[in-house]
């Protein structure tokens, strides 16, 4: 999360090449104190320009669009190696697998379907916002599943360095944020407080350079910290 986003109003930047949908957005964040649009685009080079000179927290993406599609600026825009980059939230019409494990993998921080209410757009920009990452238990079953296909063998997690620098704690954290227990939950498996927890999330998500829960949960699968079914 930037520093704006503790500071201040959530600050957002709409990518659609649909003007009356992004109008509508605009429409339904505008309205919430702690939220300000800061700008609009209708293809994916331009939000590339403008989340990089605007730097807004949440940048809400389309994944159709003229000139660079959602997936390609997603991708420039988490890997700009900037400081501070945006967390990015995909919405889109099409509830397709493919799109959904491309954005992810591209970066971003979340994965939200366009036929949702206003208050599910609100409560995702706010969530990607706090980098916590959009993973509600649908798509993290979808995570699961795809990693239980056949021919899907994780790497031994003892090859890779970054994982070795975790804690026996934190790796067991790791675990269960990747089956997609709350932090409610893992406080109550592991007997800490919900305050611990974050703690050991954090540090996790540092150690291994990534920017959310969602990434976390892929990770996991990908280096074979959970197996599927195990």
């Known amino acids: 999360m930037s520093a704006s986003a ?6 957002v930047l709409l ?24 700008g609009e ?7 590339v320009a403008m989340a990089s000179a605007l730097r807004p927290d949440v940048v809400l993406m389309d994944v159709e669009m003229p000139v660079l599609d959602g997936l390609a600026a ?13 967390a990015v939230l995909i919405l889109t019409t099409f509830d397709r697998d493919d799109y959904l494990f ?20 609100v409560d995702a920009v706010r969530v990607v916002a706090r980098g916590e990452g959009l ?9 699961i599943s795809t990693f239980a296909r056949p021919g899907v063998v994780p790497p031994d997690p003892r090859h890779d360095a970054a994982i070795s620098e975790l804690t026996p704690r934190e790796r067991e954290v790791l675990a269960l944020v990747a089956r997609g227990s709350s932090n409610v939950e893992i406080a109550t498996v592991l007997h800490v407080g919900e305050a611990t927890v974050k703690t050991h999330v954090s540090r ?5 350079g990534l920017r959310d829960r969602v990434q976390a949960v892929i990770f996991a699968y990908e280096h074979g910290v959970v197996r599927p079914g195990g």
């Open 6 to 11: 503790a500071d201040g109003p959530v600050r």
């Open 15 to 38: 990518v659609d090449d649909q003007h009356l949908v992004r109008s509508g957005f605009r429409v339904i964040l505008e309205v919430e104190d702690d939220i300000e649009v800061v």
């Open 41 to 47: 685009a209708a293809d994916g080079e331009r939000a």
């Open 74 to 86: 997603t991708r420039r825009i988490t890997g700009d190696g900037a400081e501070e980059t945006p």
């Open 102 to 121: 491309a954005s992810l993998r591209a970066g971003a921080s979340g994965f939200l379907l366009k036929n949702g209410t206003p208050e599910d757009l």
């Open 135 to 143: 993973i509600a238990p649908a798509v993290t079953r979808r995570v």
């Open 204 to 208: 996790v998500l540092a150690k291994l």
